[in-house]
């Protein structure tokens, strides 16, 4: 079935550091991908996404590159900022819709000032 | 005004007891679903609802039973509590049919069973 595989955290940097959260898929056909982002206490929030091979998706300085070729959509930003600081889910979806999301076991980020 | 609700947010209770957690949503949104946190923050889901009707319904024990009244609600109920059941349970609804991938969740509801 369809599955999606992210770094380990927990992640620690200094704020103004360049972050990068690995994320890889195994899915049939042409899933569309997402990043969702949860606050502590809060509930998840899509951040960005993307539906196709080699689309960019963009949102709040964070990016993510479709790339079919790696099956991977890892989320990068060039300068973190203490309130980025929250756990991050790589999820797809397949051909179905939105239905099912089928999310990755999430990623721990911590940015210190 | 929240645009998913859960309640309660909070639920400590014993094993062997029978516990609802409620969700409703004002977005419009025909499709709502629940999902479970463990822990270790994995989320996985539940069930899935569109338009009142049951459309998936993963490996959960069946002391888990969802209701949906209308559209708008979709409720959990589980029997018989056990350790394991100890989570953040998830509320979520989406526009079906856009394959948009957008859920919005509702802010959790942590259950914990003594």
């Excluded at chain 1, 690995?22 to 569309?32: E, F, Q």
């Excluded at chain 1, 196709?52 to 070729?69: C, I, L, M, P, V």
């Excluded at chain 2, 979520?92 to 049919?97: D, E, L």
Aim: glycine content about 8%; some cysteine.
């Amino acid at each position: 079935g369809d599955s999606v595989t992210q770094m380990e955290g927990p992640v620690t940097l200094s704020e103004e550091a360049f972050l990068t959260i690995n994320c890889t898929y195994t899915a049939t056909g042409y899933p569309s991908l997402f990043w969702y982002v949860q606050y502590p206490g809060e509930g998840l929030q899509l951040l960005l996404k993307a539906t196709k091979a080699d689309d960019k998706g963009s949102n709040k300085g964070f990016e993510a590159t479709y790339r079919k070729e790696t099956t991977s959509f890892h989320l990068e930003k060039g300068s973190v900022q203490v309130s980025d600081s929250a756990v991050y889910f790589c999820a797809l979806s397949g051909q179905g819709g939105s239905e099912k999301l089928v999310f990755g076991k999430g990623t721990k980020l911590t940015v210190n000032p | 005004d929240t645009a998913v609700s859960q309640t309660p947010k909070y639920l400590v209770t014993q094993m062997g007891n029978d516990k609802s957690i409620k969700c409703e949503q004002n977005l419009g949104h025909d499709t709502m679903y629940w999902y479970k946190q463990d822990s270790k923050k994995f989320l996985k889901i539940m069930f899935s609802y569109n338009n009142k009707e049951l459309i998936i319904n993963e490996t959960v024990p069946n002391r888990f039973s969802p209701k949906s009244p209308d559209k708008a609600h979709l409720n959990l109920h589980i029997n018989s509590l056990e350790l394991g059941d100890s989570a953040v349970y998830f509320c979520a609804s989406s526009i079906s049919g856009t394959n948009t991938g957008e859920l919005f969740f509702g802010e959790g509801s942590r259950l914990t069973v003594l």
